[in-house]
């Protein structure tokens, strides 16, 4: 479950435009048209790349009358970051180890 | 720049394959078919998803004879770790001073 969500998570970050999208959206919620407004395209082509990134679980929006307003969902982003952080940190200490073991004196290695 | 390798860094990680072979790789160095063995694929199918990670930056291989070895380059791992892990902290930034305005006593909000 977690291995498809973040299948779903990085591709919906692999595009400049959602990238876009979730750099406005951390500052705080939007509705649609203002997450479109400075993109350059269509609406129709925005609500496409909108689409994605709801379908991947980092944003959620919630239509009130015509307006429909987007937010972040912390849960994902941190799903993301801890498991490219985590890999980052086991290859840190990976490094640290072999370090280690080229410090050692010729007769213990 | 930045932007068309972050978008093949998150596209590169958008696939369990792939995640499962630099899990692999942040232990350390290891030759193709290592990486190949434990995978439920053929061998060119797994060279597939290498090809995908060079090309992300995330892996370099070296050829020495008939053996080549992968390794992580870890600069675009770390690319990828701040975009997620900035884009995290803004979110926060953004809720805490929404907490902050909320906590206003109401003649000054």
């Known amino acids: ?15 400049p435009t959602r990238r876009a999208m979730v750099e406005r959206l951390v500052q705080g919620p939007a509705t649609v048209s ?4 400075p993109l350059p ?13 709801e379908e991947s679980g980092l944003v959620t929006s919630q239509k009130v009358g015509r307006v429909r307003t987007c937010r972040i969902d912390p849960k994902m982003l941190s799903q993301a970051e801890s ?8 290859w840190a200490r ?5 370090g280690a073991f080229l410090d050692q004196p010729e007769d213990e290695a």
Chains 1, 2 share one sequence.
């Open 83 to 90: 498991w490219v952080s985590e890999r980052r940190q086991m």
């Open 41 to 53: 395209m269509s609406l129709p082509a925005a609500m496409l790349h909108l689409k994605v990134l």
């Open 1 to 15: 479950m977690l291995n498809y969500q973040l299948d779903k998570t990085f591709a919906a970050l692999a595009d």
């Open 34 to 37: 203002e997450l479109a407004r």
């Open 94 to 98: 990976s490094l640290d180890r072999l």
